[in-house]
């Protein structure tokens, strides 16, 4: 089943924090998070394997809750390259992952 | 290293054509998935090579879809008789392996327009 990404879309302001959720009704063995721009090919994140599991680069961090079946996306003091569309992949270890609709991230000055 | 390759860039076909797209992996990539993005849409998957395994061709919409990959290095994907729905980008991504424990490389994508 296809995760549910909220919210859909958002505009934050430049420095401002956000916050993309991925839920799925299956048990999760990983999640995966790639950001798209505009006409280029999405690009790697982070992947999170263990429940209760958190990464960061800089300020973006993840969490993964695996008894919820979901994992958050944190964008702490947003900046204009953080614009884009964010995709979470959820699979199982011996399942193509299946990535959510999208969340569409705007950052402007 | 060069990263994922992906060759046309850009397609343009009449409907009921057949179309092949290339896909090159990054170099000792055991991995390779097909995926398609209609227009502001998220990635729809097609289907996934792990070594020499069967592919998991669960993703393909119709038996006009088909893939193949040589050992674990090119792959193309073929599309018959195409028809106008099948327009979108076709991106493909490989990895180190599978098991969706690594991250995925994606290509630059083939845009694909059925007239």
């Known amino acids: 089943q296809q995760p549910v990404q909220s919210p859909q879309a958002v505009i934050l302001r430049e420095g401002e924090d956000a916050v993309i959720n991925c839920s799925s009704s299956?048990?999760?063995?990983?999640v995966h998070w790639y950001r798209q721009k505009h006409g280029e090919a999405p690009v790697f994140l982070m992947i999170?394997?263990?429940?209760?599991e958190q990464k960061g680069h800089e300020k973006i961090s993840a969490s993964f809750n695996e008894k919820k079946q979901q994992s958050s996306l944190y964008l702490t003091a947003s900046q204009l390259s953080y614009s884009g569309t964010y995709f979470c992949?959820?699979?199982?270890?011996?399942?193509?992952?299946?990535f959510g609709k999208g969340t569409r991230l705007s950052v402007i000055a | 290293g060069a990263g994922v390759s992906q060759s046309p860039s850009n397609k343009v076909t009449e409907k009921g054509k057949d179309v092949e797209l290339r896909c090159d992996p990054i170099?000792?990539?055991?991995?390779l998935y097909w995926y398609r993005q209609r227009l502001g849409q998220g990635l729809e998957f097609l289907i996934y090579?792990?070594?020499?395994?069967?592919?998991?061709k669960s993703g393909l919409p119709s038996d006009r879809f088909s893939a193949e990959r040589t050992g674990e290095s090119v792959s193309t994907l073929t599309i018959q008789r195409t028809q106008q729905e099948d327009s979108a980008v076709y991106l493909c991504?490989?990895?180190?392996?599978?098991?969706?424990?690594?991250?995925?490389?994606f290509g630059p994508g083939t845009r694909l327009t059925v007239l």
């Open positions: 992949g959820t699979g199982s270890s011996n399942t193509p992952l299946v």
């Open positions: 170099s000792g990539h055991t991995a």
């Open positions: 299956k048990a999760l063995y990983s």
């Open positions: 999170l394997l263990k429940g209760g």
């Open positions: 090579f792990q070594g020499n395994s069967a592919p998991d």
């Open positions: 991504a490989s990895s180190w392996q599978g098991g969706n424990s690594n991250e995925q490389f």
